[in-house]
């Protein structure tokens, strides 16, 4: 039987990788900072392995972000009255955290010039228009 991944699971990894990636830092340097191997920070980036507590502290740490960064945005869960929630949409959570998305948001506020941000923007509009239709 095949393991599924707890929502909370997924996200909390999701939000490790988007902070890496915000780092520049690979999952090895992460591993090696750990104690542990580069595949396992890849399960828990995915959700398939759960983080313990200890093991999130020494993550924040190292990432230089407080634990509760990790779980800004994330699904309500059925015992929990209100969610945490830092106004994120997860479609752009789930962006942020791509190495894609990371790339091209750092490239993108590097530009100094706001009427070529404006024009980049017009532009990823027109090939997402093109794509979609």
């Known amino acids: 039987m095949a393991k599924t991944s707890n929502p909370i699971d997924s996200y909390v990894g999701s939000r490790v990788r988007m902070r890496?990636?915000?780092?520049?830092?690979?999952?090895?340097?992460?591993a090696d900072g750990l104690g542990i191997t580069f595949q396992q920070v890849q399960k828990y980036e995915q959700g398939i392995n759960r983080i313990a507590a200890s093991r999130l502290q020494e993550i924040a740490r190292i990432l230089q972000v407080p634990i509760l960064s990790f779980f800004d945005g994330a699904p309500?869960?059925?015992?929990?009255?209100?969610p945490i929630n830092d106004g994120l949409p997860?479609?752009?959570a789930e962006y942020l955290a791509s190495a894609d998305g990371m790339r091209l948001t750092r490239s993108f506020t590097r530009i100094k010039s706001s009427r070529l941000r404006r024009r980049v923007v017009a532009l990823v509009e027109q090939i997402a228009d093109r794509d979609a239709g």
């Open 90 to 92: 997860p479609y752009v």
């Open 20 to 30: 890496r990636l915000m780092l520049a830092m690979s999952q090895k340097k992460l």
């Open 76 to 82: 309500e869960s059925p015992n929990v009255s209100t």
